[in-house]
């Protein structure tokens, strides 16, 4: 099953974070998004026209994290969008974090992102 | 006539950013906000309970600053939001700056923040 059309799920700590190695070979197929902060996180930044654009991409994200129940950090202003994605529980990367990388891509899709 | 109840006005460049003395006498009044950047922009930090009611004060700070035709940058997350002014047209703080500031507080008060 693609990514995309997983689901999070509840993730109560106790397990291992994923390795740097495990998580970019899950972002080879994650176009846009990149290891931050010692493989801890993923990060993507997405641009948009301008404010009122940044702002609608960021309640289609924000809708979609409620579904999943799984919380990105967001950074927005005139023309951009960054999204940064790390499960705070165990410190680092969880497989949710990819889960919603590829609900993102999908509401968002890089190759349609204005430069 | 009080900072919150005036409207940002059009800044097209060719004038000097606030210096850092005058900037730190309007913060005076702005409980809640601090110089960042070398006294290029203002910054404030507001606790909220969730995910939700932290994209619920995005809308309504974002709505505002469509309003005043003056953008912030804006990092949310769980538990958060963290506002950012400055002016890029004059890499710095103006008047404008403050304004937004004074409104953002009347939408949020300081003293009702959480911690």
Known sequence: MELA?????????????????????????????????????????????????????????????????HHPDLKFGWGYVTVELFTHRIGGLHENDFILAAKINALAPPERDRH
């Open 5 to 69: 059309d997983r689901h999070c799920t509840p993730c109560r700590g106790g397990v291992a974070p994923l390795t740097q190695d495990a998580a970019a070979a899950r972002l080879a197929g994650l176009p846009g998004w990149q290891l931050a902060d010692g493989a801890k996180r993923i990060v993507r930044c997405i641009h948009r026209p301008d404010f009122a654009t940044a702002l609608a991409l960021v309640n289609r994200i924000g809708a979609l994290a409620e579904q999943e129940g």
